[in-house]
């Protein structure tokens, strides 16, 4: 099972069906969901639950942005993580390791899942 957290920032989702798609994998996988509420305007941790996020230490760290954005940016560089992967390398953060999405319609869940079977075959090695 999985675990850590993901933060919400600015539009990340197409519709509000697809902010709910990701909300249900996340809690199906043991991940927490840090809403837009929990940041102050400039889209800083604001509250306790994203604060913590910051203070903890993690083996791997996916930052799950397809467009440059402040708030994880910020995050990607506050986190503790061993490996810190990214969607894109248009971001101005030095990720260890860039998965692109396949083109076409895109799913969170679907990447994720894709991303996580990558992964364990990576670590399997």
């Known amino acids: 099972s999985f675990c850590g957290a993901v933060v919400e920032a ?57 467009c440059n954005c402040f708030t994880v940016d910020y995050l990607t560089q506050l986190v503790d993580a061993d490996c810190i992967v990214g969607m894109n390398n248009n971001s101005r953060m030095p990720y260890a390791l860039v998965v692109e999405p396949a083109s076409g319609d895109f799913s969170y869940g679907s990447y994720l899942n894709g991303l996580f079977d990558f992964l364990k075959n990576v670590n399997a090695r």
């Open 10 to 66: 600015g539009k990340c989702f197409r519709n509000a069906a697809a902010r709910d798609e990701y909300i249900e994998f996340c809690s199906g996988h043991n991940i927490e969901f840090i809403p837009k509420a929990s940041l102050d305007w400039v889209g800083k941790p604001a509250d306790s639950a994203a604060a913590q996020f910051v203070g903890k230490h993690f083996n791997l760290f996916l930052a799950l942005n397809n």
